[in-house]
């Protein structure tokens, strides 16, 4: 229980320095340019310049009917946080209302590319919690719990339909520039969900297979899969090594394989996420020794 409560702890403050860039990024870059962002706020910044009533009050509004949605779909806990991180967004967008005035950016564009910025490094890190903002966040999380979808990628689809009819109430300038804040946010949270150190699968195809998975243990410190196939043309038998690598390793990688066998077929391919030991759980201390067993044997055959 005392683990699940300091977890809980940490979503929130995590979701409120989340929605904290979010709602600093709309202030200070959207709004002062009327433009719109994607989701339930975008349809709020539309109302805001059409009533005058505050954004956040707004969006707090037309989040009541999403919260059913994130009960029936998302459980307890993800209500709980759905609430939470709708009536914090919405307070703090409230709140830093009044960087509108500094006017900080006098073109557009430039407001469009800051504003997307901190909104996908805000929703990024809501994201990466756990925590989400109400709106589409609970329909995204819903599309990447039972479709695995990355969030930003989904936000994005659905915001381009919202925009696509926005686009016949607001200005099609305003829209167009608002896509490109779209988009930079998307993939800036897809950055900060996934981690900034992109991994890459390597499929490799040897005929010294062994050998091969040694020097990936010996030089990297990676373990691998080796996977039984069979040639299309020749139906010769052949074994597939498959490993994740950091995208610094790569070359490196790629190099090494190239002089044990030069024949050697590689296949580099991104990897969205790698969840497992080596990379999201700590190796144990057989893991480390079975690595210096395959250095000793490697280091004694040169």
Not at 171 to 200: C, D, P
Request: proline share 2%; net charge positive.
């Amino acid at each position: 229980m005392e683990k699940d409560w300091r977890s809980t702890i940490k979503v929130m403050i995590l979701v409120t320095v989340g929605t904290m860039l979010f709602a600093f990024g709309i202030n200070a870059f959207i709004v002062p340019h009327k433009l719109v962002s994607g989701g339930i706020s975008g349809i709020a910044l539309i109302l805001y310049y059409l009533t005058g009533i505050q954004v956040g009050t707004l969006n707090l509004i037309l989040n009541i009917p999403v919260l059913y949605a994130a009960y029936r779909w998302l459980g307890r806990w993800h209500l709980g946080m759905t609430i939470f991180g709708t009536v914090v967004s919405s307070l703090l967008i409230n709140m830093f209302s009044f960087m509108q005035d500094f006017h900080l950016t006098t073109t557009p564009l430039v407001g469009a590319i800051l504003g997307g910025i901190f909104s996908g490094l805000g929703m990024g890190t809501v994201y990466r919690s756990g925590g989400n903002t109400g709106g589409l966040d609970p329909i995204a999380l819903i599309i990447r719990k039972y479709y695995g979808l990355q969030m930003g990628s989904v936000s994005l689809g659905i915001n381009s339909v919202i925009l696509f009819i926005a686009s016949f109430i607001i200005s099609v300038e305003a829209a167009a520039i608002t896509l490109v804040s779209i988009y930079i946010g998307a993939m800036i949270t897809n950055r900060v969900v996934v981690g900034f150190s992109q991994r890459k699968a390597v499929f490799i195809i040897s005929y010294k297979p062994y050998k091969i998975c040694d020097l990936i243990l010996y030089k990297f410190g990676r373990g691998a899969t080796i996977l039984n196939g069979e040639g299309a043309y020749t139906h010769q038998y052949k074994q597939v090594i498959l490993v994740v690598v950091s995208l610094m390793q790569v070359a490196k990688l790629k190099e090494a394989v190239q002089k044990e066998d030069p024949t050697a077929f590689l296949m580099v391919t991104d990897v969205a996420e790698v969840i497992g030991r080596g990379f999201s759980i700590k190796s144990t201390a057989a893991t480390q020794q079975a690595i210096e067993r395959v250095r000793a044997r490697v280091e004694m055959n040169d």
